[in-house]
């Protein structure tokens, strides 16, 4: 059955015209009694959608997968992936992808449901997820939205009045994505390995086209392609870095060529600054710790790479070098945007060579001190330093007069210095305490007030606003090692 469309749907699927191996057709799976429990309305108006059609019955509808709305062609992608370092088939074992929504403004973005049923890629697995997890991944890329970190998004959650099994029955939901594509490193890496080299090109025209358009006419559009995608996420995983965001499982089928953030897992905010720190139950060797996180991007580039060789040279060995030759340049650039970061936090307009030591020394100390990561930048902002241990030492005391001394040599005055910090330090990130309370409410009691105050508060976390200032606090065993899981 198709709605009748009050909705604003405008959908196109240019996916669907690529090489068949990309894709299957493959309708969500009907769920018995579907309720809307959160509805994000300014995406919605941002899509141009009707917000008042979506809360309907029919629009409902459409986000359990029980109606397709007009327009629709609904498949699952196909793509591989090396999970911590194995390279594996995958594909969208519980998503679907309903279509493209064109918006008013002529923008394109992937209309995805997570949670809708079984796939050909399935593999063991049921094709449904739980309620949990889909409002930490809402709460999650809300809130990464606001910080100003390039990430898909979340449109809505409905649960579906159907059990699902994991160690006990938990509540069964689906989530409604917005990506402006769910192109994966580990797509090309599909395509590399089991297609033809003309299914690579035509594919790589495709996300150039989409992505990229102003490539086409490059001298060589796939090195570019590959060059923009290293700078990306480049720039990326600094805003990361810069933020405190330890994504958890940076496998290549989650890395985007995009350069967005994309699956929300076993993901986290640090609490204390230290670069080893881990959340994910299943990264029992810190792979994808905070300190490794750049790391990590360039061996997921360097997959990359290689899944386009064949376009970048008819000569292996000179292809090689070509793809080596760029993937060097992802240190210079993640280094630039990180200093350029840096210095934003810390109220610095110019660049001076010493910078990047004074950086150091107040990271050092952080570490030793066991600093909250944010409330440190966010005490620095404001010339408070009350509750912030690592500021009490002589230590920091000496790190201070440094610092004051080198914003004295810039020629900005000192409000826009503190403007400058305020637009660049979160107030507040989303705390896994208070991510894991919101959730509670949700799951247990219905009580859905919790999470509408939190995200609210995640959506402006530069006000520095009174109303913040209870979500600020790190959680009150700050040693109690967090463990997020994935695969829910
Ligand atoms: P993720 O850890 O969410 O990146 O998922 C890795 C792979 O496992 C993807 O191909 C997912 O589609 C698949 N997957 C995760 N959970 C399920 C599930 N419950 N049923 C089927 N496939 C799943
Ligand atoms: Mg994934």
């Known amino acids: 059955m198709v709605d009748e469309n009050n909705v604003g749907w405008n959908f196109d699927n240019s996916y669907t015209h690529l090489p068949e191996m990309l894709f299957s057709e493959q309708e969500p799976t009907p769920v018995k009694s579907p309720s809307l429990v959160i509805l994000n309305e300014s995406l919605a108006n941002s899509l141009g959608l009707d917000s008042e059609s979506l809360r309907s019955d029919e629009g409902v509808s459409v986000f359990a997968g029980n109606q397709l709305p007009e327009g629709s062609k609904p498949i699952a992608q196909a793509y591989a992936g090396h999970q911590f370092g194995h390279f594996t088939m995958l594909g969208d074992g519980r998503a679907v992808l309903l279509g493209e929504q064109i918006t008013p403004h002529g923008d394109r973005f992937d209309i995805q449901l997570k949670g809708s049923g079984r796939t050909p890629y399935s593999r063991g697995g049921d094709g449904r997820a739980v309620l949990g997890p889909m409002l930490r991944e809402y709460i999650i890329s809300e809130a990464m939205h606001a910080l100003g970190i390039p990430s898909n998004r979340s449109l809505a959650v409905v649960t579906t009045g159907e059990p699902v099994i994991r160690e006990t029955e938990k509540p069964g939901a689906i989530l409604t994505r917005v990506s402006s594509s769910h192109i994966r490193v580990g797509t090309f890496q599909y395509v590399a390995n089991q297609g033809a080299k003309d299914d690579l090109r035509t594919f790589a025209d495709y996300t150039i086209e989409r992505h990229y358009p102003g490539l086409k006419d490059a001298d060589d559009p796939y090195l570019s392609l590959l060059e923009v995608v290293i700078k990306n996420q480049a720039f990326l995983i600094s805003k990361w870095q810069l933020v405190g965001f330890i994504h958890g499982v940076m496998n290549t089928d989650n890395i985007t060529i995009s350069g967005e953030s994309i699956d929300f897992g076993p993901c986290a905010f640090m609490n204390s600054y230290d670069p080893a720190t881990v959340f994910s139950s299943i990264d029992r060797e810190g792979r994808y710790a905070y300190g490794n996180q750049p790391k990590m991007a360039m061996w997921g580039l360097a997959r990359f790479a290689e899944s386009l060789l064949q376009l970048l040279h008819d000569d292996d060995d000179q292809a090689v070098e070509i ?104 107030a507040v990130i989303p705390r896994n305490h208070k991510v894991e309370e919101a959730l509670e409410a949700a799951e247990e009691n219905g009580d859905y007030s919790v999470m509408d105050r939190l995200l609210a508060v995640l959506s402006s976390p530069y006000d520095h606003s009174i109303e913040q200032t209870e979500y600020t606090s790190p959680p009150p065993d700050s040693d109690r090692p967090y463990r997020t899981y994935c695969g829910t």
């Open 323 to 426: 793809a080596q030759n760029s993937l060097t340049k992802f240190k210079d650039w993640y280094h630039e945007y990180w200093l350029r970061g840096m210095r934003a936090k810390l109220g610095i307009f110019n660049e001076e060579d010493d910078d990047e030591k004074l950086f150091e020394e107040l990271l050092k100390l952080m570490y030793k001190h066991e600093a909250d990561f944010t409330n440190t930048f966010r005490a620095l902002t404001y010339g408070q330093f009350e509750g912030i241990n690592v500021c009490d030492t002589r230590e920091f005391e000496q790190w201070h007069e440094k610092w004051q001394t080198r914003l004295d040599r810039q020629e900005q005055s000192d409000a826009e210095s503190k403007e400058l910090m305020r637009q660049n330090n979160p």
